[in-house]
């Protein structure tokens, strides 16, 4: 088989869901080009040539494409639901931050007022910490467990190409690359960060909240970007 065909239609339906009809559809193309590349070639023309005059042959097939795309409705959903799920990533990232100062400024806001009730006030910021953490965890987890059935097979199979590669047979394309280095370097800060301020403070019960944030803002990042490659 021509690698240059394979290429070419493998590019077609690199970004429609992987069902039983976009293969055989993907096979059927596939079949009929090289058919048609075979006979060029037993013509006794050259392969480029060949290969263009088939591609020729085959004609226009963005309106086959068009019909195995997923259907307006569900692009609507799947709109939607990258919109809440961003939203929601976000709104969990801010009640972290808020939690871990609450538990920060708490007694320092008791130092200035009543110096002897900074354990008590440590203690409400503790508190607080928990319950903003309890929310932001649970708003992640509905998040993730809310998602439509149609629009999680839909996703899966898109995450399925991203991890291969979104170039022709899988490849890593300079995109996919650029993120791939971008994450490595993300989580290699987050825990020199994670380190450098538990080190410094001595405060290893509250700076596991560093992690927790971190994979909060990764995943915004990921939602807001559309980044191909996965930390």
């Given at each position: 088989m021509n690698s240059k065909i394979k290429n070419y239609v493998d590019v077609l339906f690199r970004d429609l869901p992987n069902t039983r009809k976009t293969v055989e559809l993907k096979e059927e193309i596939l079949s009929t080009l090289n058919d048609h590349f075979e006979?060029?070639?037993?013509?006794?023309?050259?392969?480029?040539?060949?290969?263009?005059?088939?591609?020729?042959?085959?004609?226009?097939?963005?309106?086959?494409?068009?019909k195995l795309a997923p259907e307006k409705e569900l692009k609507s959903k799947i709109d939607d639901y990258r919109k809440v799920s961003a939203r929601n990533t976000a709104i969990a990232v801010m009640l972290y931050f808020f939690g871990a100062m609450a538990l920060i400024c708490f007694p320092g806001i008791a130092s200035m007022i009543d110096a002897g009730n900074e354990d008590l006030f440590g203690i409400i910021g503790f508190g607080v910490l928990l319950v903003f953490c309890a929310f932001a965890t649970g708003l992640l987890i509905y998040t993730k467990k809310s998602v439509p059935q149609d629009v999680e097979q839909y996703l899966v199979t898109s995450h399925k190409k991203t991890m291969a590669g979104s170039g022709p047979n899988g490849e890593y394309?300079?995109?996919?690359k650029f993120w791939k280095s971008f994450w490595k370097l993300y989580w290699l800060v987050v825990t020199i960060i994670y380190l450098a301020v538990s080190f410094t403070t001595g405060a290893w019960y509250i700076t596991w909240l560093i992690w927790l944030i971190a994979s909060a803002v990764g995943q915004a990042i990921r939602m807001f970007t559309n980044s191909p490659v996965e930390d």
């Open positions: 006979a060029h070639i037993a013509e006794g023309k050259a392969e480029n040539q060949a290969y263009t005059e088939a591609l020729s042959d085959l004609g226009d097939v963005d309106e086959l494409l068009a394309t300079d995109k996919d």
